[in-house]
């Protein structure tokens, strides 16, 4: 498991969050790390909701609903009605808990973190929103829309607009994307993939407002679209070891998963790489529990765990959420 403490610089109230962490574990292997998170746009990219804001693999466990991104002073309030500044021991436990127990089933033994799994899906904790700097925001975000708006990948001539903007050309912009893992290019320079878009047909497809059909390079992705986008989409996908249909319709923000067994297989291959090459393949739907430990036990080089509905939902929106904010 992976715990990440995030604060503003000097904040007063990063020691007392990792002394709590420390106390919640109790021993138990975890690597925890704390961040300091200098602006706002750092901030939203990093999912901080005021400091110290602790994420386990990624995710905020105590994020009050409507929670935005924010480098100000964040409080916890305990059981009793205080306020301090850092969850208390006890609900980092239920927390923590939650996180590596609980509703989720080890698919490959206990042996296999979610941290592990997560590091490629989300740049091994430093997310998937694209720097302000250089352009690179403003391109990424172009070819998100593109591929949203059109269900294709922008040639790079209809980038040149948006990265002369910074006094670049879409070449070199996506060439940094390309080396920063926020997309994959092909030998010609062409996008191959934008996570959570793919170029080319995978095991996923999501069909976006009754509109636009688009691919996903994962389940996770697929999950991650309407996160993105804020639209309703219709996720059509197969189980790998049965072949069985898996599909999830949101609607005004609520999934339907059907059949209601299914579960999401997060996994990534040791060695890291991209996302493309390390995990994409080993993210995917099953219809059921049995059916994601059977791909396990095929597959023993790809370690991970299988994650109910409303997890993989929870990973989904935190990766790509954030990704088309300004």
């Given amino acids: 498991m992976r715990i990440t403490v995030l604060t503003v610089p000097g904040c007063p109230n990063a020691p007392l969050a990792l002394e709590r962490v420390a106390a919640a574990l109790a021993g138990r292997a975890a690597r925890v790390e704390l961040v300091e998170v200098h602006d706002q746009a750092q901030a939203a990219g990093r999912g901080m909701t005021g400091s110290p804001t602790i994420l386990l693999d990624g995710v905020d466990p105590f994020a009050p609903d409507g929670a935005v991104p924010s480098v100000s002073c964040r409080l916890y309030r305990?059981?009793?009605?205080?306020?301090?500044?850092?969850?208390?021991?006890?609900?980092?436990?239920?927390a923590l808990g939650g996180a590596t127990g609980g509703q989720e089933t080890a698919a490959a033994g206990d042996c296999c973190p979610t941290d592990e799994a997560l590091d490629a899906v989300g740049r091994g904790g430093r997310g998937r929103r694209a720097p302000a700097e250089r352009g690179l925001r403003a391109v990424h975000q172009a070819v998100l829309r593109h591929f949203a708006d059109t269900g294709t990948a922008p040639w790079c001539e209809e980038l040149e607009p948006v990265a002369a903007g910074a006094g670049r050309t879409a070449g070199q912009v996506l060439a940094e994307l390309a080396a920063e893992d926020f997309l994959t290019l092909d030998e010609s320079g062409r996008i191959r993939a934008a996570y959570p878009f793919s170029a080319a047909p995978t095991r996923h497809r999501v069909r976006i407002a009754d509109d636009v059909e688009v691919w996903s390079m994962c389940a996770i992705d697929a999950l991650g679209i309407p996160a993105m986008l804020g639209r309703d989409v219709v996720i059509s996908s197969t189980d790998p070891v049965t072949g069985e249909a898996v599909t999830v319709a949101t609607r005004d923000g609520a999934a339907t998963w059907e059949p209601k067994s299914a579960v999401v297989f997060v996994g990534q291959r040791p060695g890291g790489g991209s996302a493309a090459t390390a995990c994409c393949d080993a993210l995917n739907f099953f219809t059921s529990d049995a059916s994601a430990r059977a791909w396990a036990a095929e597959h023993p080089d790809i370690p991970g765990r299988a994650v109910p509905p409303a997890r993989a939902e929870q990973i989904a929106a935190q990766t790509f959420g954030p990704l088309l904010a300004p």
């Fill in 78 to 94: 305990e059981a009793g009605g205080a306020v301090a500044g850092a969850p208390s021991v006890a609900a980092l436990r239920e």
